[in-house]
């Protein structure tokens, strides 16, 4: 189980910090990952971390702004979002696979989505 937390309003330019909490999988032996959906969009690619936590991967669209990382002590992982855009406003998912990231692959397990609104 995933279950994602943390989203919220928040003003342009602002931060805000979600965590995924995993729970009935060995955390430390899955590649983390988040993705967003925008009202009329499809879901697309955030930003994925390694079993360990040394490789991260982030789309085009956040690198520089959202740093990804994991506690496995605390079978968590965490998206810090800076300077917000409207654009990034969306539901956000945190999901789960045991293969190594690559471009384009949809993991297996998915939590439940948490709501990210950026007023302008």
């Known amino acids: 189980q995933l279950q994602a937390s943390g989203g919220g309003l928040v003003q342009a330019g602002g931060s805000l910090r979600l965590s995924c909490a995993a729970s009935?999988?060995?955390?430390?032996?899955?590649?983390m990952n988040w993705f967003r959906q925008a009202p009329g969009k499809e879901r697309e690619f955030v930003a994925a971390i390694s079993f360990s936590g040394a490789n991260t991967y982030y789309s085009d669209s956040v690198k520089g702004r959202f740093t990804i990382s994991r506690d496995n002590a605390k079978n968590t992982v965490y998206l810090q979002m800076n300077n917000l855009k409207p654009e990034d406003a969306a539901v956000y998912y945190c999901?789960?696979?045991?293969?190594?990231?690559?471009?384009?692959?949809?993991?297996?397990?998915w939590g439940q989505g948490t709501l990210v609104t950026v007023s302008s």
């Open positions: 999901a789960a696979d045991r293969r190594t990231y690559y471009p384009g692959y949809h993991p297996l397990y």
């Open positions: 009935g999988l060995t955390f430390s032996a899955y590649t």
